[in-house]
């Protein structure tokens, strides 16, 4: 068996207070720690409008750079001080919502010691949270929590056990006549199972969404993804088959014979963001009588010439953020409306193909699955 | 409330091959990368004997070392090749198992790109696995699995919800009436609660025990010890009353409340490693209506006149390495013993105080417990 490590990080933040930023082009001195970084430490800070700032101590390094800015080459060059720290701030304002980033120090890529570590473009990198002013819906609040497990599913196709992230709603177990209707959702490229927990908060959304009786509690099944692994630009290279068949065939079975849910279609979501969008395009037009809701977060679109026999399919769901195309997607949903499909989009509003694209998608989304 | 972090990261591994150390004082060349890099990632390395071999690219860098190791300074000091790619062996083998560590580059510390992380020594540190002649124990296999869930706790002491990290059973949830007992497992000083997951495989470890029908199945909780924190050698300003009151007036009840336990003192014990242990032996001292099995892992003895009424008292298991103190453990045992409590002591051959002590502690503590 091949030698592996599976790694998962789960991460929870409380969110501090946020003022809205100013349009006059000073930057606000309120800046604040990232509510990502490490335990004590002060860097990297972000303030109110966006602005990042970092700290790093390296006395005799030659030159250190942070990935994340706006800077001539992209990113933002620190300088060192006397006392041999580099520090810097980015150029303008970044998105709202969860960045990745890494520094680059004498030529060679590192992570920032400040911050608290995600997986995303293959790597364990760095992640910086900027405030927004809609975060409340994924803050740690007081109300009651769901827990998220990992299970170890055998699958036989890859001739080990594999790692998923199950999400069970608050009061799940408690009740063993109660039955629970599942989400499967996949991440983007080079990310991992961590993803949707980490980055994507996706146990705190549920949390306040069913706090706040929003939603038909459900069960969230995230896995890994890239099966057959392709690197970035290579995407033609991708083979479905690998990840249909532990899809399909190993967990799926596995999750609804140890977990209570309700083992049919019309209780089976799949939504996936980018390349996981793709795959669940793929996945639920190859295989159609496994899922009845589709969602593709800045994960492509669907026509209505897609889906031979769309009587069992209750919704399709596609979203991205407003820096990406939002017209492709907008005219995909009125398409197959007019062709009688129940459809659905949602744009988030000044981001772009980045995590809070993706928790604002889940936000609108949940609501929507299950209900009938 | 204070804007906070918390992070889990769970880690599993497959355990490679492995070959016996030669005694003759030659570096064997069969260097495989470590079983805890990123994925992908070919270093660090480690050999059959336990030296590591590291990679590190930092073409402009003047000095590049890392922490592990046994140079001049302690740790290894690496040199730049032609293509400013910096290598370095550590001098001399590394003890078995488990090892936190970190680079300098030009004065300031980071993390190996290569590897994964870990939380300890209040940071996230890189770690790094040197192969052990009985790694099998811990190892992932094809046997039935448990999970492992993060669970969200309210802490009215704190202000907040906390974090913990269950260990369930295979098999557990699936008949509603059968219930099951409970180890309350701590880190030592730096770590958190991921330490025993990542660090410590404690679900593998159980998964292969159940597995091989070697213990009475039980329930692992682990959660963050060091509510109030102190820094390294500041012990004696380290309060247990903060972190006692979260665990039996707060965390217990959650879960004998959420959790099929059997809630009653003859079903709970009580270990800790290192400060994990201090914070066990002060616990147990000042409730001793609460627990019934205590095993401190490197982390301290008990005296006969330090437990006032030993009547419900099961096991006293003391641990430690070859390398620590064995005498000491040893002695209080066999002090206990004589005084009529039930005691263990187990050392760990060739290990000092580092994880795979405890790993192995974990092992022979599981079968004794519950089983009276």
New interface residues.
């Given amino acids: 068996?091949?030698?592996?490590?599976?790694?998962?990080?789960?991460?929870?933040?409380?969110s501090?207070s946020l003022c809205f930023a100013q349009a006059d082009g000073a930057i606000e001195e309120d800046f604040?720690?990232s509510?990502?970084?490490?335990?004590?430490k002060e860097y990297p800070m972000v303030n109110s409008q966006g602005y990042a700032r970092f700290r790093?101590?390296?006395?005799?390094?030659?030159?250190v750079s942070v990935s994340l800015g706006l800077g001539g080459r992209g990113g933002t060059t620190l300088t060192k001080n006397e006392e041999?720290v580099w520090m810097g701030t980015t150029e303008g304002p970044m998105d709202e919502g969860f960045h990745y980033y890494h520094?680059t120090?004498?030529?060679?890529?590192?992570?920032d010691?400040g911050a608290?570590?995600f997986y995303g473009s293959?790597?364990?990198e760095s992640g910086i949270e900027i405030p927004a002013h809609d975060q409340d819906f994924y803050a740690?609040k007081?109300v009651l929590?769901g827990?998220?497990?990992?299970?170890?599913f055998?699958s036989k196709s890859t001739g080990?056990?594999r790692?998923a992230f199950?999400y069970t709603p608050p009061g799940y177990?408690?009740d063993?006549t109660k039955r629970y209707p599942v989400l499967y959702l996949q991440h983007g490229w080079g990310e991992?199972e961590t993803a949707w927990s980490?980055q994507g908060h996706a146990?705190l959304i549920m949390d306040n969404l069913i706090a706040e009786g929003k939603i038909k509690p459900f069960i969230i099944v995230m896995t890994y993804g890239m099966t057959n692994e392709v690197r970035w630009g290579h995407m033609n290279e991708f083979k479905i088959e690998n990840f249909q068949t532990v899809l399909v065939d190993e967990l799926i079975p596995y999750i609804d014979t140890?977990f209570s849910t309700i083992a049919d279609q019309s209780h089976r979501a799949m939504a996936g963001l980018s390349m996981g969008g793709m795959e669940t395009k793929t996945i639920t037009l190859n295989k159609p009588e496994v899922f009845s809701y589709y969602a593709l977060l800045s994960g492509g679109i669907y026509s209505p010439e897609d889906v031979k026999d769309h009587a069992k399919l209750k919704l399709i769901f596609l979203s991205c953020g407003s820096k990406e195309r939002p017209d492709g997607v907008k005219k995909a949903v009125d398409t197959l409306k007019e062709a009688g499909f129940n459809a659905v989009s949602y744009v988030s509003e000044g981001t772009a193909h980045e995590f809070l694209t993706w928790r604002r998608s889940l936000l609108e989304l949940a609501p929507l699955l299950f209900k009938d």
Same sequence: chains 1, 2.
């Fill in positions: 068996m091949k030698l592996f490590s599976l790694t998962l990080a789960l991460c929870m933040v409380l501090g604040k720690p509510t990502l970084n490490q335990p004590g790093v101590e390296a006395p005799e390094a030659q030159s041999g520094l120090i004498d030529g060679g890529v590192f992570n010691p608290l570590n293959t790597r364990w740690l007081d929590h827990n998220v497990q990992q299970v170890l055998p080990t056990s790692r199950v177990g408690k063993q991992d980490n146990n140890n």
